[in-house]
T-cell receptor
């Protein structure tokens, strides 16, 4: 009963390095999301996808890129890591869109530190 | 645009006493409202949701919330706190046909023995 799985769980990056956070879900959900959570703050949407081949920006997309080549996978790429990207990242998925009240299933989070 | 305000950043209760976590929302359209719980170093888990059906919504683990349109509130309650309820709670608003959910800043619930 895997649900939403994201890797790595912890990572330290140097300024200017690149990396990809992996996310996969086994529930055949069309919708997938990437959020970031800063200390003492709620989650903010980075990017989302409504299906394979379709992605769109959320509230805070700058500095990130995504792709959705399959229904299961939704990787998040940081091209030039900056200290402002130090955060906890959550991948999530849902059967339908968030606005229709569908339950969102979250991964356990990836802690990223940029030094 | 929609938003939520969680009125308390930290709530502390004794085990066995009632829990009240307050949330006010702002939305131009009929909102969907959610409460999520986050235990330390874990992902978020849905507690309950309101989607324009019954205004009193019951969730998991004995939690419930009441949608009050006149007060633009969606407060979360539980009659008797348990030690396992200690966690961060997020109130979330979403508007129909909008894939952008807006999270409150969270309320940390502490339960004292």
């Amino acid at each position: 009963n895997a649900g939403v799985t994201q890797t790595p769980k912890f990572r330290i990056l140097k300024i200017g390095q690149s990396m990809t956070l992996q996310c996969t879900q086994d529930m055949n959900h069309n919708y997938m999301y990437w959020y970031r959570q800063d200390p003492g703050m709620g989650l903010k949407l980075i990017y989302y996808s409504v299906g394979a081949g379709i992605t769109d920006k959320g509230e805070v997309p700058n500095g990130y890129n995504v792709s959705r080549s399959t229904t299961e996978d939704f990787p998040l790429r940081l091209e030039l890591a900056a200290p402002s990207q130090t955060s906890v990242y959550f991948c999530a998925s849902s059967y339908g869109g968030q606005g229709t009240g569908n339950t969102i299933y979250f991964g356990e989070g990836s802690w990223l530190t940029v030094v | 645009a929609q938003s939520v305000t969680q009125l308390d950043s930290h709530v502390s209760v004794s085990e066995g006493t009632p829990v009240l976590l307050r949330c006010n929302y702002s939305s131009s359209y009929s909102p969907s409202l959610f409460w999520y719980v986050q235990h330390p170093n874990k992902g978020l888990q849905l507690l309950l949701k309101y989607t324009s059906a019954a205004t009193l919504v019951k969730g998991i683990n004995g939690f419930e919330a009441e949608f009050k349109k006149s007060e633009t509130s969606f407060h979360l309650t539980k009659p008797s706190a348990h030690m396992s309820d200690a966690a961060e709670y997020f109130c979330v608003v979403s508007v129909n046909n909008n894939n952008d959910m807006r999270f409150g800043a969270g309320t940390r619930l502490t339960v004292k023995p």
